[in-house]
C-alpha cells in the first residue's frame, strides 16, 4: 500500500541554505487568475505540493526503509503526514482521492484555486498536486482558441521517443472531479499510468482529437514544462503568437474579416479576442478561431492530432464515482458500475447557483454519453 507523509510549514519560512517551504498562491501567476491568456499554462512550483487556496505548501517524496513511498517535509524538526493534515481539514485523505493527470494550467496553484472557488467553501480548495515524468510524450501548444491563447495538448509522436516530461498528478475529491468535469467537457476520459519514485498510478487525462500547432511540419514544446531528452523546438504562448501572427496568410486572412487585429502581435489577438462576446447566440470568436485555424491547416501549420490508443480506455466519466480513488486502485479495482447521476457527488456547496449549474451540465453530458441509455424523467405531473 502507497504511503503518503508530509510535512508541512504554517508559517513561510526561508533560508539560505534551504528551498522555500510555503508560498502563497498568489506567488503563480496564471491565465486564470490573473485575466491574462498570455500567462497560460500558468507558472509552477519547482516540486510537488498541497494548496489549500491559499498556501502553497513543498512536498518531497522518497522511499523509506521498507519501500515505502512517502512524501514529506520537515519544518524545526516536525512532522506532519499528509492524511493527517487532511483530516485535520475535515476533507478526504489521499486513498478516497481520484488521481487526474495534470498537464496544462490544472498544474498551477492559482489556476486550481480559481476554478475550485465556486464551490464557496474553503475546504473543496485543497488538492495535493505531486509531480511525475512521463515518457514517449511531450506537451505542446494547441492552435489558438476561443480565449485567444494556444493551450497544453499531451503528444505522443516520433519526435517524442526520447522525451520523459514532467507531468502532475492533482489527486481530487469527487465533487473537485465534477467540478474539473465540466470545464473539460469537450474531451473524453482516458487513463494512463505514471511512475511516481517507481510507483505506478492510474491517472485520468482529457483526451480528444486536437488541433496542434507546427513549426516547421513539426509541434512545439511549452518551453515552461520542464523535459528531458527534447528533441522539439520550444516557445512561450507570447512567442508562439507572435510567430503565428507574422505569417503572412494569417495576416490576409485577419483583415478580410477584422482588420482591426490584423498586423498586431501576440497581444493585439488575445486582446481582440477577448473583447469578443462569448454568449451562445453569439458566433464572433468562434469565427475568429475558425479563421485562424482554418489558414494554419490550410498552409500546414496546424494538424489534428491525438494520443494513439487514447481511446481505448475511455472512460464512462460524467459521474466520477464511476472512477477508481487511490484506495480502490490499490485492492486493484480499476472501474466502478454506478448507475445514478451525480447528485450525490455535490456536498454543501455555499453558491447554490453554481452547484446546480455543474449538475444541470454534468447530467446533460452523462445522458448524452450514454446514446440513449439513459433519459432525464421529467418531475412535472402530466396535464390532465
Known amino acids: 500500500m502507497i504511503q503518503f507523509k508530509v510535512s508541512m510549514s504554517h508559517e513561510k519560512e526561508t533560508s539560505t541554505e534551504t528551498a522555500v517551504l510555503q508560498e502563497k498562491v498568489s506567488d503563480y501567476p496564471s491565465a486564470s487568475a490573473n485575466k491574462d491568456p498570455l500567462l497560460y499554462p500558468g507558472e509552477r512550483p519547482e516540486s510537488s505540493y498541497l494548496t489549500d487556496g491559499e498556501a502553497v505548501y513543498m512536498v518531497d517524496s522518497h522511499h523509506d526503509d521498507e519501500g515505502k513511498l512517502v512524501f514529506e517535509m520537515t519544518v524545526n524538526g516536525e ?3 499528509m492524511n493527517d493534515y487532511l483530516l485535520e481539514q475535515g476533507v478526504p485523505t489521499m ?3 481520484i488521481p487526474i493527470l495534470a498537464f496544462g494550467a490544472n498544474v498551477s496553484p492559482s489556476s486550481i484555486a480559481t476554478k475550485f472557488a465556486k464551490v464557496g467553501r474553503p475546504n473543496a480548495l485543497i488538492v495535493p498536486t505531486i509531480y511525475a515524468k512521463l515518457p514517449g510524450k511531450d506537451i505542446v501548444w494547441s492552435s489558438p482558441g476561443l480565449t485567444g491563447n494556444p493551450v497544453a495538448i499531451l503528444y505522443e509522436g516520433e519526435e517524442t521517443k526520447n522525451t520523459d516530461v514532467q507531468v502532475a498528478i492533482n489527486f481530487l475529491t469527487p465533487e473537485q472531479v465534477l467540478v474539473m468535469h465540466q ?6 476520459l482516458s487513463s494512463v499510468d505514471v511512475g511516481v519514485d517507481g510507483q505506478m498510478i492510474r491517472s485520468f487525462y482529457y483526451a480528444g482529437r486536437n488541433n496542434i500547432y ?3 511540419g513539426h509541434p512545439v514544446a511549452i518551453a515552461s514544462i520542464p523535459a528531458e531528452g527534447r528533441d522539439l523546438s520550444a516557445s512561450s504562448a507570447t512567442s508562439l503568437l507572435d510567430e503565428m501572427m507574422d505569417k ?3 495576416q490576409e486572412a485577419l483583415t478580410k474579416t477584422y482588420p482591426d487585429v490584423s498586423g498586431g502581435n ?3 489577438y488575445v486582446d481582440f479576442a477577448k473583447s469578443l462576446p462569448l454568449a451562445k447566440d453569439s458566433t464572433d470568436r468562434q469565427t475568429l478561431k475558425s479563421i485562424v485555424v482554418n489558414t494554419l491547416n490550410e498552409h500546414e501549420n496546424a494538424r489534428f492530432a491525438e494520443i494513439k490508443d487514447a481511446f481505448e480506455t475511455r472512460q ?3 459521474n466520477p464515482s464511476t472512477l477508481p480513488t487511490l484506495g480502490d486502485q490499490q485492492e486493484g479495482i480499476l472501474h466502478k458500475d454506478v448507475y445514478r447521476l451525480p447528485s450525490q457527488e455535490l456536498s454543501n456547496w455555499a453558491n447554490r447557483d453554481a452547484r446546480a449549474t455543474t449538475l444541470r451540465s ?3 453530458h452523462l445522458i448524452r454519453m450514454s446514446g440513449g441509455a439513459l433519459k432525464l424523467a421529467s418531475d412535472k405531473t402530466p396535464k390532465k
Open 95 to 97: 486513498e478516497e482521492r
Open 183 to 188: 470545464s473539460e467537457m469537450t474531451y473524453d
Open 214 to 216: 507546427l513549426r516547421d
Open 79 to 81: 512532522t506532519i503526514t
Open 266 to 268: 501576440a497581444r493585439t
Open 316 to 318: 464512462s466519466w460524467a
Open 248 to 250: 503572412p496568410e494569417i
Open 362 to 364: 454534468m447530467t446533460g
